[in-house]
Every structure is written in structure tokens, then in C-alpha cells.
T-cell receptor, first 114, second 112 residues
Framework: EAGVVQSPRYKIIEKKQPVAFWCNPI?????LYWYLQNLGQGPELLIR????????DSQLPKDRFSAERLKGVDSTLKIQPAELGDSAVYLC????????????FGPGTRLTVL | DQQVKQNSPSLSVQEGRISILNCDYT??????FLWYKKYPAEGPTFLIS?????DKNEDGRFTVFLNKSAKHLSLHIVPSQPGDSAVYFC???????????FGQGTRLTINP
């Protein structure tokens, strides 16, 4: 079974430029998460989708960040414009239900903003 | 406010010995706890979990202990192997919610 796929794996941009990250969850997983991981820290939830609905986006900085999950499968996270402080790893995860609903993570996209 | 804390940024253990990673939490509404393992340039991988109604869960070389009164959990790895060298994250889930709160991680190094 294929895991969570993310692209690109690495991205270097200049500040004020836009950037987008793509995630394909595990087949059949209805719940999709975007996390931000700063250096030396654990992942922090940005947004959670149940199918195509964003059910928890309280931690998403909506002035510059946006996300979508059309058709309830793939998802895109966008930053516009990027700032120096956005340099981090952006992780996507998915879960398929069950009693404990474990989350499975993709490899992440490492963003560097210059 | 860090609700899940891993106070040891790093830990070095000799191969074959026991590795003990610790995690403290502050919110009594957490009902499920997980440990994730992360290698460089990879995403975190689920390792083992424990429900708040239990005090121990074992899976091969990995055992997680939960002390609810102390709001403390620990991961024991016995015997430690070089492939166990990674960053370990403790995570907690709120009762009835899907959101996970992660600790800062502990970098475990197993020395031959």
C-alpha cells in the first residue's frame, strides 16, 4: 500500500514569493492533516480536513496561508506571500478511522525562504 | 503553553542496553498517547500507543508506560539497536477529538 505522498520534497524561494505544496493521502483515508514543523520542535497542526470539509483550521494563519482539498482526496497548501519565518518542514498526514485513528505522515516538504 | 513536554532533547545509549524516553503532559483531557519515530528527511512513523485506561502496552522491544496520576509516560526500548537511532516524538490526543499535540522530540543515539 502506498503511503502519503508529498511534493515537492524541497523548495527554496525568495521572500514575498508564493509557494504551494501538494499532498496525496493514503487511498481510502477520509481525514487529511497539514502540520508545520519548525526546527527542534514537534509538528503543529495547521488544518484538518474530513473529506473536502476543513473542520479545524484554527491554527492556520489565514492572512497568508490557504488550503483546499477538492473532491476529498488530494490537498494543496499555499503560502502567499512567503516570509522568512515560514522556513520549516510542512508535513501532510492522513488517517482512516478506526478506534484510535492513527495518523500516517508523508515525508514532508522542506521550505527555505531567503 | 506546551501541553506535551519532552524535557530531554537528546539521549545516548549503548547498543544492547535499555533506552528510556520520557514525556510529561499537563492536560487531563488527553485520552490517548502515541509515540512516533522520525528518521532524517522522512516523516514521523507511528511506533506504539496507549489508551488512558491502561498503564502499559508492549510491542516487541517497545513498551510504553503511562502514569496518569503523575501525567507522565515513558517509552522503553530493550535491547536498543543502532537502527533505533532517530528522533522520537510523544503525542497526545484530546478526548473525542482527532487533534494530536506533539512534544518537542528527543534525539536518541545508539552507540555500538
Amino acid at each position: 500500500e502506498a503511503g502519503v505522498v508529498q511534493s515537492p520534497r524541497y523548495k527554496i524561494i525568495e521572500k514575498k514569493q508564493p509557494v504551494a505544496f501538494w499532498c496525496n493521502p493514503i487511498s481510502g483515508h477520509n481525514t487529511l492533516y497539514w502540520y508545520l514543523q519548525n526546527l527542534g520542535q514537534g509538528p503543529e497542526l495547521l488544518i484538518r480536513y474530513e473529506n473536502e470539509e476543513a473542520v479545524d483550521d484554527s491554527q492556520l494563519p489565514k492572512d497568508r496561508f490557504s488550503a483546499e482539498r477538492l473532491k476529498g482526496v488530494d490537498s494543496t497548501l499555499k503560502i502567499q506571500p512567503a516570509e522568512l519565518g515560514d522556513s520549516a518542514v510542512y508535513l501532510c498526514a492522513s488517517s482512516g478511522g478506526g478506534t484510535y485513528n492513527e495518523q500516517f505522515f508523508g515525508p514532508g516538504t522542506r521550505l527555505t525562504v531567503l | 503553553d506546551q501541553q506535551v513536554k519532552q524535557n530531554s532533547p537528546s539521549l545516548s545509549v549503548q547498543e544492547g542496553r535499555i533506552s528510556i524516553l520520557n514525556c510529561d503532559y499537563t492536560n487531563s483531557m488527553f485520552d490517548y498517547f502515541l509515540w512516533y519515530k522520525k528518521y532524517p528527511a522522512e516523516g514521523p512513523t507511528f511506533l506504539i500507543s496507549i489508551s488512558s485506561i491502561k498503564d502499559k502496552n508492549e510491542d516487541g522491544r517497545f513498551t510504553v508506560f503511562l502514569n496518569k496520576s503523575a501525567k507522565h509516560l515513558s517509552l522503553h526500548i530493550v535491547p536498543s539497536q543502532p537502527g533505533d537511532s532517530a528522533v522520537y516524538f510523544c503525542a497526545a490526543r484530546f478526548q473525542g477529538a482527532q487533534k494530536l499535540v506533539f512534544g518537542q522530540g528527543t534525539r536518541l543515539t545508539i552507540n555500538p
